[in-house]
């Protein structure tokens, strides 16, 4: 095609043929705000450029959302930081940045029921996703049975490092339901094949201690945490259930029962 003909033509062609359809839309327009502001052809043709960019990042950031599996959209700015005044707000900014995943560091949100654990990891793995992170959201149990499933056919290695090559699991809700010790064994392994190869977020209404409980094997849970805080940001959210304050109800009751064991 000779650059003789009307250069944007040219550009809606080639953009066309590229499969960019940003460069389209924008290539009239910013080449009559390039001509106004006296830009270069450099400058221009990073402008246009970064249209494009900008625009497959946020399409692909809602993809790796929309697959996750999240069971609803919460974010870090509609988090109520009200509810947690002791909550170390500057850590959850560092940690909405993403730099965790790079050190494949993990995080784990430990407190009562209805304090906030399954907003702040689903707000935290959002922020991931829009900066160019794998995700995938399940709670304990599902996780557990999606690794019976890879077990039972006899693939378990395969799903494990299939899993592994996501950036960021998270796994919620650990401690509300007790696993039988082959569901343990699972889980074990789950948490062991991304040990310093990539990064989980766990939330628990159980402290530590009382994992064992949880896993039926003081030793299997002990070396389970020693895996997961090794490097790790531990949060712990305190109070009542913010979802039940404006009913007359103080906490849920298995809230008070972990607060009484802590």
């Not at 001509?35 to 246009?48: F, I, M, N, Q």
């Not at 062991?192 to 190869?197: A, I, L, Q």
């Amino acid at each position: 095609m000779s650059m003789a003909e009307d250069p944007i033509k040219t550009i809606l062609h080639y953009a066309q043929a590229l499969k960019a359809p940003r460069i389209r839309e924008s290539a009239a327009r910013l080449a009559e705000q390039a001509r106004d502001a006296g830009w270069t052809h450099e400058e221009y043709l990073a402008a246009v450029l970064s249209r494009e960019v900008a625009a497959r990042e946020a399409s692909g950031a809602a993809t790796r959302i929309r697959s996750a599996g999240f069971p609803t959209r919460k974010s870090l700015e509609n988090f109520n930081f009200d509810h947690q005044p002791a909550l170390n707000r500057d850590m959850i900014a560092h940690l909405g940045t993403g730099a965790f995943l790079a050190k494949s560091r993990n995080v784990v949100l430990l407190g009562p029921p209805g304090t906030g654990k399954t907003h702040l990891a689903i707000g935290l793995a959002i922020k991931a996703a829009q900066t160019g992170h794998r995700i995938a959201f399940a709670t304990a149990v599902d996780w557990v049975a999606r690794l019976k499933a890879a077990h039972n056919a006899g693939r378990l290695p395969a799903e494990l490092a299939k899993l592994r090559r996501i950036g960021l699991l998270v796994v919620d809700e650990v401690g509300y339901i007790p696993f039988e010790q082959d569901a343990a064994n699972l889980f074990f392994q789950l948490v062991s094949s991304r040990y310093e190869h990539a990064s989980l977020i766990l939330t628990s209404n159980l402290p530590f201690a009382r994992w064992g409980d949880v896993f039926g094997d003081q030793v299997v849970a002990a070396a389970m945490i020693d895996r997961i805080v090794h490097h790790a940001d531990v949060l712990t959210l305190k109070g009542s259930s913010y979802r039940l304050k404006d009913t007359g109800i103080d906490t849920l009751p298995s809230a008070r029962a972990d607060n009484t064991a802590q």
